[in-house]
């Protein structure tokens, strides 16, 4: 599979000058299986550009979008992504469920007036909803398996395991609420099934240590959080995610130093997130 | 594909509520197994959690549990096995005699735990000692 980043800002999107090397867009991932399925990883600011490249490459039938919650900076984009104008395309859009109201009530109150001028009901393309709950879904030959995790209102993780390569997504987490992490049994973690072993894992990284204090609960990580769960769930290469509107290039790249730091000399160091990049994971032989 | 045991978040968060608070709660999973109890919980039970680990929901016989009248109490009578078995909120004011000998009069007040989905995880019970009534 190859992934692809559009969008990897948390919260709210913050383009400007000191966040051009890791950019602005809320978080949006493009995920290409080995036979070419398209599955899109949250609805983000970055989607818009994810569906900008799309038009320059073969059409795509059949986008399968994953929507990790519907906080406002997942979801966000989904009005300006290309694919939803077109009626060729079958779209379908995952998400967690809820017991009050389906998903597609949900998103289409994101996207009716006053919030959006075009009801969901009229655009073009007609998605398909499915909840997204504990559960594996096959596509293709990829296996997706979503499961809920600590974060602010119901949200998910996924993970595509395809070819014996694997691709963590948990962009929203909080694992560290109200446990130490040092301390605790993997079996109590959250997100752990989801991200152990895994290849490659995008994992929340909005805080630093200093700052986490003051927003425990919200529903995020700080970095040496994010750094133990990477260790304790043995991944191989931890990416951090979700960079928070107010961190800086250079804040980022301090950030990293410090994940560095605590990671060790464990398989390859954590890399920050950015716009652009591009991660290949070839099947295995 | 990973098969590795992880607890349900909503297990996950309902520990460490346990764990935070100090009303007496245990917790057990959706096989009737004990996951949990805490240090308030393990005042009334006579045994720390880390003594015991484990034990399955049958096992709770050995509290030889009665009502106020003394009669015994079978186990899928007691809250905590109605909220496992019956999947359904239970309270009652019964006695329990510890691992430490001592008969203790509680309340307790049991609930099944359920997610999205109409998923069953497992159930927890609030308790209490009572001066005997």
């Given amino acids: ?285 | 594909m990973a098969q590795v045991r992880q607890r349900n978040v909503a297990l996950i968060l309902a520990r460490e509520l346990a764990v935070n608070v100090t009303t007496p709660m245990w917790m057990w999973d959706e096989s009737g197994m004990l996951v949990y109890y805490n240090e308030p919980a393990a005042a009334i039970i006579g045994r720390p959690f880390d003594d015991v680990e484990t034990m399955h929901l049958d096992e709770i016989g050995q509290f030889r549990a009665e009502d106020l009248d003394g009669n015994q109490m079978s186990v899928p009578d007691l809250p905590s096995g109605v909220a496992l078995r019956d999947r359904r909120p239970a309270q009652q004011i019964l006695r329990i005699t510890g691992y430490d000998g001592v008969k203790r009069t509680i309340s307790v007040t049991a609930i099944p735990l359920f997610v999205r989905g109409d998923q069953f995880v497992g159930a927890m019970a609030v308790f209490w000692e009572m001066d005997d009534v």
């Avoid at chain 1, 919260?11 to 399925?37: F, H, I, K, M, W």
């Avoid at chain 1, 389906?102 to 009716?112: C, P, T």
């Avoid at chain 1, 990580?221 to 304790?232: E, P, R």
């Avoid at chain 1, 980022?252 to 994940?259: I, N, T």
Wanted: aromatic share 8%; hydrophobic share 40%; with cysteine.
């Fill in chain 1, 1 to 285: 599979m190859r992934i692809r980043i559009w969008g990897c800002r948390g919260s709210l999107a913050a383009p400007g000058s000191e966040t051009v090397r890791y950019g602005g867009n809320t978080s949006s991932v493009e995920v290409r299986l080995n036979d070419g399925s398209l599955l899109v990883m949250d609805a983000g600011t970055g989607i818009r550009d994810l569906g900008i490249n799309l038009a320059k490459q073969e059409p795509v039938k059949v986008v399968h979008l994953f929507l990790t919650h519907l906080h406002l900076d997942h979801v966000e984009g989904l009005g300006f992504f290309s694919a939803i104008w077109n009626p060729d395309i079958e779209l379908h859009i995952w998400g967690p469920p809820s017991s009050l109201r389906s998903l597609e009530d949900r998103i289409g109150k994101l996207m009716s007036p006053p919030l959006f001028p075009v009801h969901l009901g009229d655009v073009p393309c007609r998605p398909i909803f499915h909840d997204a709950n504990d559960q594996e879904i096959a596509i293709g030959n990829a296996t997706i398996q979503v499961q809920a995790v600590t974060h602010r209102g119901s949200t998910v993780g996924y993970r595509i395991d395809e070819d014996g390569r694997s691709f963590a997504y948990i962009p929203d987490h909080e694992p560290a609420l109200g446990v130490d992490l040092n301390k605790i049994e993997p079996e109590w973690v959250s997100g752990f099934s989801v991200a152990h072993g895994a290849d490659v894992l995008f994992h929340d990284a909005q805080y630093t240590e200093v700052e986490y204090p003051s927003h425990r609960t919200w529903g995020h990580s700080a970095i040496d959080h994010t750094v133990t769960f990477g260790l304790m769930t043995k991944v191989r290469n931890l990416v951090l995610f979700h960079h928070d509107p107010a961190h800086t290039d250079a804040e980022l790249e301090a950030h990293r130093s410090r994940a560095k730091e605590l990671w060790g000399s464990h398989n390859d160091a954590p890399v920050l997130a950015r716009e652009g990049m591009e991660i290949e994971l070839p099947p295995e032989r």
